[in-house]
């Protein structure tokens, strides 16, 4: 095994969506398609009860949700494809945007009942900004949706990319039968026999052949679709995929198992294998590092705290860039310049650990870390260097803390300035209090959930939060005299952020958009500058 072999292999990829689009299920039928598992239905099970086989956060078994992703990693066709999941709760975490700081491509599952909706929308803005490859998966196609043509033009128009179907639905909703390669117009026709417990039986036969099976009016409007899109659509194109310009789209049914395979073979041949990092030196020079670099290297993307509240244990996980990790391997920690040895790594699949010997650059590393570690720290063998890329979003909830027990208030300060290094909540500080009591803003509700957890088991604190009138929050830039127009203003709060770095809080993102457009020579940023 070489780094340049294992890692060009690897198929490190999310799936982003709405909530309800089918994501558990497709998860589950990429296991059962690669062999990972031989019965879906566990998965699936697990997201109902998961009380049964949970030891995660108490919260998270009261609530029933999932608050936190789990890597799963499964071979295919020599391609190892590593999924990380991302929550699937109405509510979400800056830990949803950061995973994505984690892969390489991304899966946007769409309900084509339903078309484009805000959360997939979001989460697409993230992938853009990373200039991530994403492959579209149109599901539920069982079901009667929109148009396919205007859904796929919905998807151009909304977010602003060239999209290429690969194959094309035949039929939808009861009359749901298979999909057509659109370059060689083989047609593949599914069989349903065991509501998707097992792998569906599928036939291939050309589509010019197929009008008895189709039905002469079917095969008549798929042949008039599939006419249309030579002159309409695009045609495929790898390099603008890779550059996240163009997306594939391919079509299915994760519940029936119609159209997996399609999805799995695009991901297994064409989905971006780990590719070169930026990263500053010590002297803070911009360079970019290779996967098959010699020494390892990676980042702390994601920390985990209670998995096990038995043990109060903290799970750092780290993203493979370069190199080989290798189990009690030593590393520099460019933050402080420590050595850290990396024993007991893990590995999840789905919630079962097992130790790891070793890992490639694409793979994702479990660290228990006794608190050493912080989201962005990067980790290596030889000189220090410092990755880009974990950028911080803007917060859109916004509370103040009520403390029950006011002698507890410095357990508050310190639990909050930890907790908020380690990324479970971000604080900010009004300038007349110095360090005392911040503001605290989250991209999601939950994670002022997870921190009034934290800080009772961890800090013995109990809090309760009130909402402040604040849904907008952004990073200032630009002219002095942008700061000074702001403060004549009585309808905005300026606050610094742990960093010092001047941060704009509005009631709604069009008062924000209100002081982009008047402040004079000021520039609004809702991620973090780094
Ligand atoms: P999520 O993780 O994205 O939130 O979605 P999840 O897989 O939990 O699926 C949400 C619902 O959509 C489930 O129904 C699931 O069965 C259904 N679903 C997923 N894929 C398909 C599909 O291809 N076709 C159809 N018709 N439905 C699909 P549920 O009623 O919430 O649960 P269940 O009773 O089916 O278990």
Redesign the pocket.
């Not at 969506?17 to 589950?28: N, R």
């Not at 599901?139 to 079901?143: E, T």
């Given at each position: 095994m070489t780094t340049s072999t294992e890692s060009t292999r690897r198929r490190t990829h999310a799936?982003i969506?709405?909530?309800?689009?089918?994501?558990?299920?497709?998860?589950?039928k990429l296991l059962l398609y690669s062999g990972a598992i031989h019965m879906a239905g566990s998965v699936?099970a697990r997201?109902?009860s998961r009380h049964a086989v949970s030891d995660w956060m108490e919260m998270e078994k009261t609530r029933g949700i999932s608050i936190t992703s789990s890597v799963l990693q499964f071979e295919y066709q020599g391609a190892m494809l590593n999924l990380l999941d991302t929550p699937?709760?109405a509510d979400f975490s800056e830990d949803t945007y950061r995973t994505l700081a984690a892969v390489d491509s991304a899966v946007m599952?769409i309900?084509h009942t339903k078309g484009v909706e805000s959360r997939t929308l979001k989460l697409f803005d993230v992938c853009r900004m990373r200039g991530l490859p994403v492959v579209s998966f149109m599901?539920?196609?069982?079901?009667n949706g929109l148009d396919p043509l205007s859904l796929i033009d919905e998807i151009a128009k909304t977010l602003r990319l060239k999209v290429s179907p690969l194959n094309w639905p035949v039929g939808m909703g009861p009359s749901f039968c298979g999909v057509v390669d659109v370059r060689t117009r083989a047609l593949t026709l599914f069989a349903d026999g065991d509501h998707?417990q097992f792998i569906a039986k599928s036939m291939q036969i050309p589509f010019s052949e197929a009008r008895q099976e189709l039905g002469e009016r079917l095969h008549d409007q798929v042949s008039e679709q599939l006419d249309l899109l030579e002159i309409a659509g695009e045609p495929w194109d790898k390099q603008a995929f890779l550059e996240g310009e163009l997306t594939p789209i391919l079509w299915?049914?994760?519940?029936?198992n119609?159209g997996i395979e399609p999805l799995l073979n695009y991901l297994a041949q064409h989905a971006a294998p780990p590719m070169a990092r930026g990263y500053r030196n010590l002297s803070g020079e911009s360079k970019t590092l290779a996967p098959d670099d010699q020494d390892f290297s990676g980042f702390v993307f994601k920390i985990q705290a209670n998995m096990n509240p038995r043990h109060r244990d903290r799970v750092a996980f780290i993203r493979v860039v370069s190199g080989q990790f290798r189990r009690g391997m030593e590393v520099t920690l460019a933050r402080t310049g420590e050595t850290l040895r990396m024993t007991k790594p893990h590995t999840f699949m789905a919630q079962e650990r097992s130790i790891v010997e070793d890992a490639w650059p694409g793979d994702i590393v479990g660290l228990y870390d006794p608190g050493n570690l912080r989201i962005g720290d990067t980790l290596r063998e030889g000189p220090a260097i410092k990755f880009e890329g974990i950028p911080r979003f803007a917060p859109e909830k916004l509370m103040r803390t009520v403390l029950k027990d006011p002698l507890k208030r410095k357990q508050l300060y310190s639990g909050i300035d930890q907790l908020a290094h380690e990324g479970v909540i971000q604080a900010f500080y009004r300038p007349a209090m110095g360090r005392q009591d911040p503001w605290l803003g989250a991209v999601g509700a939950l994670q002022f959930e997870v921190l009034k957890q934290r800080l009772l088991n961890e800090y013995g604190v109990s809090l309760d939060l009130e909402p402040l009138p604040y849904s907008c929050a952004r990073w200032i830039g630009g002219s002095p005299k942008a700061l000074e127009w702001l403060k004549q203003r009585r309808d905005y709060v300026e606050v610094v952020d742990r960093n010092d770095q001047p941060v704009l809080l509005s009631e709604t993102p069009w008062s924000a958009q209100y002081v982009a457009d008047n402040a004079p020579g000021i520039e609004l940023y809702d991620v973090e500058p780094i």
């Open positions: 799936i969506s709405h909530p309800d689009a089918g994501k558990t299920t497709l998860t589950e699936r997201k109902t699937g709760h599952l309900d599901n539920k196609l069982d079901r998707g299915g049914s994760a519940s029936r119609f």
